[in-house]
């Protein structure tokens, strides 16, 4: 199983920006392609006041703050020269954070899918939609929000598929800016395949893809939440897809590069139970040679060496 994907998180929430520009980019999309990276997928075209491109409504409507780039079309570019395929993430206000409530973000992405297509959708790189809304259980007002921006952006783009990467409500599932690193009160395997089957059935006809992160349970327990999470999606007729974690969540500080031994037995697992494609959130930070972090270009090449030896 080889990773053929990757998040950018070019508006970082919880790690460190790497203030990159156009050239160090360049350079990334570069080691990704040499290692068998075809998909790109932007985790977010904004997050609360701060966008990756310059969108009159969120800067008018959303008090955005005009980026000082246009990084969408520098993302779009880069994969037309590498010959990856781009996918765009919606706009997160950071108020279903804040209140619990998916209508903010329904209301703002309503304007903003057909913004993002009307100002990139000419670009052949453009391949698909993420929908940013991270949940893991059977989120208040989730099937609506997914279902509905699923809708719109597979009609305004004429069926361009849509993505959904969640989180399992597993041990590890803590905050980020929790001292702790693990919890007592984590979702069973039935209470997980219980919720999922009602959210995927709700969502199958504009969802297509589900990536579920693979970070939140334990190393002993993967491959029977993997299994679930393959299952689920054959029922409901959705491509099954792994987001494998590149970084590490055993740590006390969150978040370093992931020991390759745990990165090569996500993959295994994801191998095991039939997995189509491994994405990872995400190779700038935690898989690039020339991330800030020193340790990520140490696992970018004995990820390189296994891949070599598969």
Known sequence: MKITGTFIDEISHDIPHQNWGAAEWDADFAHMKS???????????????????????????QQCFTPPADLLTLFLQLGEKYGM??????????????????????????????????????????????????????????????????????????????????????????????????????????????????????????????????????????????????????KHGLSSWTNCESFDRDMPIKFLPIKFEKLRLKLEAARKVGMEKAITFEFSHFMSPQSAYPQAGHLFNRYNEYIQAL
Not at 35 to 61: A, E, M
Not at 187 to 208: R, Y
């Open 85 to 234: 395929q781009v996918w765009i993430g919606l706009y997160d206000s950071g108020k279903y954070w804040d209140t619990g409530n998916m209508q903010h973000e329904i209301d703002a992405n309503r304007f903003v899918i057909d913004e993002l297509w009307k100002q990139y959708g000419h670009f052949k790189s453009f391949k698909g939609w993420y929908l940013s809304m991270e949940i893991s259980r059977r989120t208040k007002g989730a099937i609506e929000a997914f279902y509905t921006l699923g809708k719109q952006c597979k009609e305004v783009s004429n069926g361009l598929p849509t993505l959904i990467s969640p989180w399992i409500d597993g041990k590890k599932a803590v905050m980020a800016t929790s001292g702790t690193l693990t919890k007592e009160n984590a979702v069973s395997l039935k209470e997980h395949e219980t919720e999922w089957n009602e959210i995927l059935d709700g969502i199958k006809s504009t969802v297509d893809v589900v990536a579920f992160q693979d970070g939140h349970v334990g190393f002993e327990q993967l491959v029977d939440y993997l299994s679930v999470n393959k299952q689920l999606a054959d």
């Open 35 to 61: 290692i068998g990276i075809d998909t790109v997928i932007v985790i977010r075209c904004g997050y609360r006041q701060f966008i990756t491109y310059p969108s009159p409504y969120l800067i008018q409507q």
